[in-house]
């Protein structure tokens, strides 16, 4: 990522993710994720068996990416990852040998992690898939979370900032899309640029599909 160091919030730096800072940026998903409504809906997050099952799933995503090269930010404070924000970059493949290879030593708790709520889960797979139509190709945020102990202090925005720096230097690439299940989330997200598409509403929680168009695409 080039500037790497213009993207600062009150001593937050984002950089890019390195294999030593992995584990710290494993458990920051989790506390992030752990009151995010859709994951919350389908997870029992407040289990502590299932918070360590959701830490080696999102273990397993940050080794492929990084083996793969794509795009993960750490937002870092005093030496500590406090934000995380892993990007789809369709152009960069994850190895679907390399994927199996890392989920199968892990599979019965993966399965026992969904096996839960297996209805909310189909429901949430259902309601969180992309809209149809976006011009191609196009960044994907497959997770932004900052640890809650942090939030407030400006990481996710500048992690979200400097996605869309990355993207507005290539103008092969026509936006960012992203999900969220939450309200607040989503007038922070149209804050920095990004247009609601749809809202998938499940009853107990809401999808709503957002993008941001890179203004140098095409």
Excluded at 46 to 73: C, K, N, S, V
Excluded at 109 to 118: E, N
Excluded at 164 to 175: C, L, N, R, T
């Amino acid at each position: 990522m080039s500037n790497e160091r213009e993207w600062w919030a009150d001593g937050i730096e984002i950089v890019r993710l390195t294999g030593e800072l992995t584990g710290q940026a494993t458990q920051v998903l989790v506390e992030a994720f752990k009151t995010e409504e859709t994951t919350a809906y389908h997870l029992d997050t407040g289990r502590p068996a299932t918070q360590r099952r959701m830490a080696i799933l999102d273990g397993i995503f940050l080794r492929m990416y990084l083996e793969a090269d794509r795009p993960i930010l750490a937002a870092v404070k005093e030496g500590r990852v406090v934000g995380v924000g892993m990007v789809r970059d369709p152009r960069m493949p994850v190895s679907g040998k390399r994927a199996v290879v890392l989920f199968v030593p892990h599979l019965p708790q993966l399965l026992a992690l969904f096996a839960r709520h297996p209805i909310r889960l189909l429901r949430v797979v259902k309601a969180a898939r992309c809209p149809k139509g976006l011009a191609e190709p196009f960044f994907t945020f497959e997770a932004l979370g900052v640890h809650p102990g942090h939030q407030g202090e400006g990481a996710g925005k500048a992690l979200m900032r400097a996605v869309q720096a990355v993207v507005e230097e290539d103008p092969g690439i026509s936006g960012i899309y992203l999900n969220t299940g939450s309200a607040k989330n989503q007038a922070f997200y149209e804050s920095l640029g990004y247009g609601t598409l749809r809202i998938a509403d499940l009853g107990a929680v809401k999808v709503y599909h957002m993008f941001w168009r890179n203004p140098a695409f095409g």
